[in-house]
């Protein structure tokens, strides 16, 4: 055993040894031999442990509420708003261990599978029974169900097959008085009482630590196809989306939107074009459709073309007729960490606008953020189909002083719940976004959440600091 920690008690780390073992205690030097992820505060922490099960989570999480020791809960390490930093006297409870699939039965068409469990692994575990999570990110190799869970994870399907609280059956967790709750239900219908685990998913790990997850999975379709169209206009890429959804043949699997600064900047970092593309447009856009057979998908993807130029001439597409094709298209949405070669860390946020108002928001949003600074401007795209929009600045952090994000995030969060959207898609809330939510959010939600986190942790032993305002709390 190292030398002791003074930020933990006397003899604090050797009881955890106790549960897990030497082995899966990490302290000291041996933190900083981790990968940090997305954030660089997320290793603060004065331990790191990682139970193989949920008995030894609960005994973890025991342990700490006796000796009055803090856990923030770690996944794949991949939030963007600061879910998982942690500091000196904390403990960070990894479930990389515990990434197990339990069960994946393909005539129940669910899979129960332990927090740690990746969705890649999740996906590729499903992919011979002609199956699929439902549910996709660009960091599927890293990102895990327990973090997906507890951050409620969107997505390219979430219009399709709903957000990770639309995909959770059941679920196990557990508490912060170290008892566990476990409620592994098989099935959609399910009417006995409370449904307790949507208090559990989204709550960054606030509320409980998910240690299990019965999760729906969907017929995965035969064949698909890929589409990237270019449009004069906001109003010509949502009649699209409306032909889309509504195609003759196949399904609507995705419709990624990139906005004109942002796709010119990767299609130049990435050499992309295309012959008879046009590159000089106001959006650009990339649908999927999936079904029984590829040939068929593709000409539904022209006839799509075909019928909108009628209306919008100026449209242009093309169409993905390789594997080497699709991947080149997918690679200008999904590699979005480009921007970071000129602007590192660039500050990121994540809204949702209902459709009807997304053209009016991102012009709003461009001409007032060009007003807080000269040449500040924003790079859009995201999920066209639910309205969620990711924001990127044309800044590196280092060059983005307080006052002027602080008056980024004003523009950007200006009456967005009175439009009716949010302005946490599907990043979550974490520890940088806890003033938005106190500023945009209804005062009888906010006293709600609370009394919830009160009650049910009244020490704030888990993830303190996220999600709710601590000192609002002791107020």
Known sequence: MAEQDRSLPTGFPEALAAIVGEAHLRLGERIRELDVGEDPDNLGASAVVSPASTAEVAAVVALCGRHGVPVVTHGGRTGLVGGGISVPGQVVLSTRRMNRIERLDPDERVAVVEAGCGLQALQDAALPHRLDPGIDLA???TATIGGMVSTNAGGTMAFRNGVMRHRVLGLEAV??????YSDLTRVVKNAAGY????LLIGAEGTLGIVTKAALKLEPLPAAHAVALFSFPSVAAALATLSRALAAGVGRLRAAEAMWASYFHYVARQFNWSAPGFDMSQAAYVIFSL?????EGLQGELAEILEDLQGDYPQITAVLAGSLAQEQAIWRLREESGVIYRDYPDSPSFDVSVPLSELDAYVNRITMELAGIEEGLAPFVFGHLADGNLHIMLNRSAEATSAPVLAAVEGVLYDNIRALGGSFSAEHGVGSKRIHALYATSDPVK??????IKQTLDPAGILNPGKVVDSARLRG
């Open 139 to 141: 960091a599927r190799g």
């Open 290 to 294: 999936d079904g029984a057979d590829e």
């Open 195 to 198: 449904d307790l685990k949507h």
């Open 175 to 180: 508490l912060p008085d170290g008892s566990i």
């Open 446 to 451: 906010l006293k709600l959440m609370q009394s």
